[in-house]
């Protein structure tokens, strides 16, 4: 599949702070139209020092049948990260090589689900967001941590939830997917309502704390990194 929108990859500090003020406009909220048949994980693994532009990364994309949760189709990519750590703008060391593996796939999901934030960052604009606005999709973050504001622990029952406030705004929500483990941080993307997001990693999550398909996109991503052993590409090559 390929992304709807592209832009230009920033390399400093200053310029990408200018994309995400460029496309953050764009992000909608909205109801999903029909029950989604089928669910995408995205992951990816680095190699490295971990906060270079140099680092090795793997993508890794799993598409789910949302009803059984069976793999349909995967697809992986590697390359550099080409951009540095910075707090807010993550994303630019993910997407690059995350697209690339998404234009391997040989079908299209109904739903992206990130292992990361979407609202739930100091611009509003986290990488589900941003993959959501590229890719055309509806996409959502799964984290295991919230990355600001403030919530109530939520019940200890599987789907107990507690709402995530920043600035007077809800961002997230903290979601029991198991009775009495730790939850996870789901924050909306882009085309989908909080209430969407939640039900849908709920439904990816039948047996354990992650989603299957952050499980089965980490384990991918991992496996594509360790099977890399050609010096750093210039940039993202799928496979």
Same mark, same amino acid.
């Given at each position: 599949m390929d992304p709807q929108r592209e832009h230009d990859w &920033?390399?400093?500090? !200053? !310029?990408a702070y200018l994309v995400q003020q460029e496309l953050r406009p764009l992000v909608r909220a909205a109801p999903l139209t029909a &029950? &989604?048949?089928t669910l995408a994980g995205l992951d990816v693994a680095y190699g490295g020092s971990h906060g270079s532009a140099d680092d090795r990364v793997a993508a890794a994309v799993v598409v789910l049948d949302a009803d059984t949760l069976e793999v349909l189709d995967s697809? +992986? %990519?590697v390359g550099t990260a080409g951009f540095p750590y910075i707090p807010g703008l993550f994303a630019f060391r993910e997407l690059p090589v995350l697209i690339a593996a998404l234009r391997g796939l040989r079908t299209t @999901? $109904? /739903?992206l689900l990130c292992d990361g934030q979407g609202l739930a960052h100091p611009r509003r604009f986290g990488? %589900?967001?941003h993959l959501g606005v590229l890719a055309g999709l509806p996409t959502? =973050? /799964? %984290?295991? +941590? @919230?990355l600001l504001g403030s919530w109530d622990e939520p019940g200890p029952a599987r789907g107990d939830s507690s709402d995530?406030? $920043?600035g007077g705004e809800v961002v997230a929500r903290v979601l029991r997917t198991q009775h009495g483990v730790k939850p996870v941080t789901v924050s +909306? =993307?882009?085309l989908i309502t909080l209430d969407d997001a939640c039900a849908l990693v709920l439904r990816a999550s039948p047996h354990y704390r992650l989603p299957e398909t952050t499980r089965l996109s980490d384990r991918l991503s991992r496996t594509a990194l360790a099977a890399a052993a050609s010096p750093a590409d210039a940039g993202p090559a799928a496979t």
């Open positions: &920033p390399s400093t500090e !200053q !310029q &029950p &989604p048949r697809a +992986t %990519a @999901p $109904d /739903v990488l %589900a967001c959502l =973050g /799964v %984290a295991k +941590t @919230p995530v406030n $920043d +909306t =993307g882009h």
